[in-house]
């Protein structure tokens, strides 16, 4: 810590690719942060440039400001640790938990209720709908990325990933989006990818909170691919004709029939099993937008949909 810094370590809240997030806190305000701590390499610091995916989070997160994304407080250049380098520090408003880190913590059998999951999913698709609206793509939604507090409130957070995306659509790297939240059209290496690719992996977050655990656990892209042939069938260019453009696909594809049995295992209800697919429909055009499902699926317009509970034990 350097001695100047008002802020003081609380703790080590996770380590990331490009280095690591802490909760601090102000000595004089007693205000509490996360602070995420990006190296810049002193090439990087010579020819006054930064990481890309620090100067992609800190452009989104000072343009879009929304109840469920987190927030930025400031960004400093800080030399930390008397390492003698500096390091590029965003201050971002504190949550206690992330998703995955309190599905982990479940016990035996434990399970999100059904009202957390929907209130849950509602937040969720409502901080995506706000991105594609200012068409922006977040690219990386899973678990982790998902911040939680203990009242039931939910924020969107590591927009490391997230890009505009231009209308019309470009092509767009295809090394986005972790394995098992990875679409269809990036896993092919389709041509050109847009808001679906969000929505996909808003459903396998869906599922996941769901099932309590991760519906397609590839180990690697094929296999990835295999798992989703394997629920949902083999995609046919008669409902995705663009499948035919993608690099990786040939005719030769192992075929799956869609398989309404492995679907209706799925332990959830009816509703929220149409809810799910009509969140991984195979062609990005037909899959429902974000706001499609917030403002027609019939999942979410029953029942109470968002729930804050502001008692002591609250709601996890
Ligand atoms: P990276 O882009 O390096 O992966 P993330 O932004 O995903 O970094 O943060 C890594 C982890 O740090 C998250 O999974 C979460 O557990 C924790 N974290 C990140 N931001 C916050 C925050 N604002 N409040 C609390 N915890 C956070």
Redesign the pocket.
């Known amino acids: 810590q350097s001695p100047s810094s008002p802020w003081f370590i609380e703790s080590i ?9 802490e ?1 601090v806190r102000n000595i004089n305000t007693h205000q509490m942060l ?1 602070r ?1 701590i990006i190296k810049v390499t002193s090439k990087q610091e010579d020819e006054n440039e930064l990481p890309a ?1 620090a100067v992609r989070e800190i452009a989104v997160l000072k343009s879009i400001h929304h109840e469920f994304i ?1 927030k930025l407080s400031h960004v400093a250049f800080e030399p930390l640790y008397n390492s003698g380098t500096n390091h590029l520090c965003l201050y ?7 998703l ?2 309190y599905m982990d913590a479940l016990g035996p059998g434990e399970r999100i209720s059904p009202r957390l999951v929907k209130s849950y999913s509602y937040q969720l698709l409502s901080a995506i709908e706000c991105l594609h609206r200012h068409r922006i793509l977040h690219r990386d939604l899973k678990p ?2 998902i ?1 939680i507090d203990y009242e039931g409130r939910l924020k969107l ?2 927009f ?1 990933l997230a890009r505009q995306c231009h209308m019309p659509e470009r092509t767009l790297t295809h090394e986005v989006v972790t394995l098992w939240y990875r679409p269809p059209e990036v896993l092919l290496n389709a041509p050109t990818y847009g808001t679906a690719l969000d929505v996909w992996g808003f459903g396998c977050v869906f599922a996941e909170m769901t099932l309590r655990e991760p519906l397609f656990r590839g180990e690697c892209e094929i296999d990835q691919l295999l798992l989703i042939f394997r629920l949902l069938g083999t995609p046919t260019v008669s409902e995705w004709p663009e499948i035919a453009q993608c690099l990786y696909y040939q005719t030769g594809l192992p075929r799956f029939p869609l398989d309404d049995v492995q679907l209706s295992r799925l332990p959830m209800s009816s509703q929220c099993r149409q809810f799910l697919k009509d969140t991984l429909i195979y062609n990005p055009k037909h899959r429902r937008t974000a706001r499609q499902l917030l403002e027609e699926h019939e999942y979410l317009a029953e029942g109470a949909v968002l729930v804050h509970s502001s008692s002591k034990n609250g709601l996890l």
């Open positions: 809240l996770g380590s990331g690719t490009y280095g690591f997030v909760c996360a995420k995916t987190i971002l408003e504190f949550l206690p938990t992330d995955k880190r982790p990325n911040l957070a590591d490391g």
